[in-house]
T-cell receptor, first 115, second 114 residues
Framework: AQSVTQPDIHITVSEGASLELRCNYSYGATPYLFWYVQSPGQGLQLLLKYFSGDTLVQGIKGFEAEFKRSQSSFNLRKPSVHWSDAAEYFCAVSASRGSARQLTFGSGTQLTVLP | NAGVMQNPRHLVRRRGQEARLRCSPMKGHSHVYWYRQLPEEGLKFMVYLQKENIIDESGMPKERFSAEFPKEGPSILRIQQVVRGDSAAYFC????????????FGPGTRLTVT
């Protein structure tokens, strides 16, 4: 069975600083990987997804993520954080390309942005 | 195009009562997923349904929980005889179910059991 680990429960960065959120997965075959963002009291919004091809994936809101098979990682990055990026971020893995399978989520990383 | 809709947004039930959570998928979506988020945790898959069929219920508790997605109307997650441990946020997602598409999430229902 697949699993996802987000080792950082809480990260604080200053506005304008760069950001990297870590995600490690466990899955025997090629995983399908996602990053979602959740604002307080809201549902989840997809930032980006990796199915195959280029290992550097561009998403919305200036986010990108890099798939590294050798490290079983799919870290999320942003070069310059904005105050509106404060939210909780979830990494997820699926066993299939299509959505017709359950997503397995990490426990999330809470991002605080200092002015 | 309206997104995934869930109601109610907040639900308070006393122990032993029933909770009914509703989810209307996005227009054109025929696949619905339910997830539960306990405090300080990530989302955990509960059940995956298509119209009139339960496809995967491997994440559903064996007792008290049931889900349906009728031919007409919203998907319903039903929790009978609620207990305090059922307090959580319940999220619904929907998709077209084709290869490569994504799941779109609703705003969730926050269930509080007193």
């Amino acid at each position: 069975a697949q699993s996802v680990t987000q080792p950082d429960i809480h990260i604080t960065v200053s506005e304008g600083a760069s950001l990297e959120l870590r995600c490690n997965y466990s899955y025997g075959a090629t995983p399908y990987l996602f990053w979602y963002v959740q604002s307080p009291g809201q549902g989840l919004q997809l930032l980006l997804k990796y199915f195959s091809g280029d290992t550097l994936v561009q998403g919305i809101k200036g986010f990108e993520a890099e798939f590294k098979r050798s490290q079983s990682s799919f870290n999320l990055r942003k070069p310059s954080v904005h105050w509106s990026d404060a939210a909780e971020y979830f990494c997820a893995v699926s066993a299939s390309r299509g959505s017709a399978r359950q997503l397995t989520f990490g426990s999330g990383t809470q991002l605080t942005v200092l002015p | 195009n309206a997104g995934v809709m869930q109601n109610p947004r907040h639900l308070v039930r006393r122990r032993g009562q029933e909770a009914r959570l509703r989810c209307s998928p996005m227009k054109g979506h025929s696949h619905v997923y339910w997830y539960r988020q306990l405090p300080e945790e990530g989302l955990k898959f509960m059940v995956y349904l298509q119209k009139e069929n339960i496809i995967d219920e491997s994440g559903m508790p064996k007792e008290r929980f049931s889900a349906e997605f009728p031919k007409e109307g919203p998907s319903i997650l039903r929790i009978q005889q609620v207990v305090r441990g059922d307090s959580a946020a319940y999220f619904c997602a929907s998709s077209q179910g084709i290869s490569g598409d994504e799941q779109y999430f609703g705003p969730g229902t926050r269930l509080t059991v007193t």
